[in-house]
């Protein structure tokens, strides 16, 4: 089964916006995806600028960096 909840991260502990009913000691798997806020991200303005270019950046580094072949 599957719930979808929001919520927060505060204080080093995870808020839920609504109650989720599940027995106490029930077994969980929480995967987390976060909404990035451009706004607060000092790199935020050029995140996915380079998304349609090169795709071979981890294989062909350092020809990249350095222009030599490897």
Do not use: W
Not at 12 to 34: D, F, H, N, R, S
Not at 42 to 52: D, F
């Amino acid at each position: 089964m599957t719930i979808t909840v929001d919520g927060t991260f505060e204080n080093g502990q995870l808020k839920l916006k609504q109650p989720v009913a599940l027995a106490e000691g029930t077994p969980v798997q929480v995967t987390i995806t976060y909404e990035h806020n451009a706004a607060r991200d000092p790199l935020g303005a050029i995140i996915g600028a380079c998304e349609s270019g090169r795709t071979d950046g981890a294989q062909n580094h350092d020809q990249y960096l350095y222009g030599k072949r490897s």
